[in-house]
């Protein structure tokens, strides 16, 4: 396939300049603050996507739309504070999908809706204080999470929570992930 290699260049935007048919991009270590919510339309056969330490804030509502064949998926080290319902549910592909080391404070119960083949699921080192326990049920192929480095608040809400790590104890990572 073809592999566009766009890091650490300070880019500010995503540039629009690759090949339609581009499989794999690489556009990690940029000062990238959003991804254009009509990117997957032009880029739809994208299977490998790595924005990994960039400035990005917010998904908008779509932007996965035409992500169809998207699997790998790395969006670790960036701003993201809110992960709405459905965000990703076009991409349904999914095997790996990297949120690690934003500031993520919520987490809709529907954000995972529809990864059905969502094997690995990074969450850690954001400001989760909680975590509906639905988000993690709507994942049926889930081998690998991680939660550590979050401010877990020990409350009632977090019991559920305790429980789904009790039961899928073999799931949880612990430190580095390679």
């Known amino acids: 396939g073809v592999l566009q290699n766009c890091r650490d260049q300070g880019l500010p935007s995503v540039p629009n300049l690759f090949p339609l048919d581009v499989r794999k991009l690489l ?7 959003a991804i254009p919510a ?3 339309i032009f880029y739809g056969d994208l299977v490998y996507l790595d924005f990994r330490n ?10 996965f739309s035409s992500s169809t064949k998207l699997v790998f998926l790395d969006l670790s080290y ?3 504070t809110q992960l709405d319902a459905g965000i990703f549910k076009s991409a349904e592909k999914l095997i ?3 949120l690690g080391n934003n500031n993520l ?3 809709d119960e ?4 529809n990864l059905e083949q969502l094997q690995v699921l990074e969450l850690n080192d954001n400001n989760l204080q909680s975590l509906n326990v639905a988000a993690l049920d709507a994942l049926p192929s889930l081998r690998t999470i991680r939660l550590e480095g979050n401010p877990w608040v020990c409350d009632c809400d977090f019991a559920n929570l305790f429980s789904w790590i009790q039961e899928n104890a073999s799931k949880l990572q612990k430190g580095k992930a390679k």
């Open 27 to 33: 556009i990690a270590d940029n000062n990238i603050q």
């Open 54 to 63: 960039n400035s990005i804030t917010s998904l908008a509502e779509g932007t």
């Open 96 to 98: 790996k999908l990297s």
């Open 38 to 40: 009509d990117f997957f």
């Open 110 to 113: 529907a954000a995972f809706e």
């Open 105 to 107: 404070v919520d987490v």
């Open 78 to 80: 960036n701003n993201l």
